[in-house]
């Protein structure tokens, strides 16, 4: 089980690889890349600020309580701040369990959890001015399935 917050970017297949070596008795790996995207064409850069003594704690708590509903073998976290630039990965979740049904269950979980939970605030630097990414609808109502 492994958290990173980094201002690094990371190779997933790098990743991918290092997490799949670790993992054993799993039958099933999946993993999600988050990749900054530009809905309109005028983002020029994120800016992803975060408060160490909280952010780390916060993730932990996610994953653990994935890691005990779907009976996780392994997981990975990883989560980037900083400045980003359209095209960069964000954040990478793995989870590997005995059954893919599982693995699947908590990588989503993770991921909904992640980007409504997570103590991260975002700026969006634009053509038009700069503002702060606010909460959406159809992210908290993800995590009414769960």
Known sequence: ????????PFD????LS???????GAGAIVTFTGVVRDEDGTLNHMMI????????PA???IEKEAIGR?????????HRY??????????????????RAHAFAA?????????SRAPFWKKEFTADGAYWVTAKDEDEDALKRW
């Not at 600020?49 to 780390?56: L, Q, R, S, V």
């Not at 779907?70 to 990883?78: E, M, P, T």
């Not at 990588?107 to 980007?115: H, P, S, T």
């Open 12 to 15: 997933p297949g790098k990743e």
């Open 49 to 56: 600020e975060h408060y160490p003594a909280m952010t780390g």
């Open 107 to 115: 990588a989503e979980f993770l991921m909904d959890y992640l980007k």
């Open 1 to 8: 089980m492994s958290v990173r917050v980094q201002s690094e």
């Open 59 to 61: 993730i932990e708590a």
């Open 18 to 24: 290092q997490f799949s070596r670790l993992v054993s």
């Open 82 to 99: 900083g400045a980003l630039s359209p095209g960069d990965q964000i954040m990478m979740v793995a989870t590997a369990s005995r059954h």
């Open 70 to 78: 779907w009976n996780l073998s392994a997981s990975l976290v990883i």
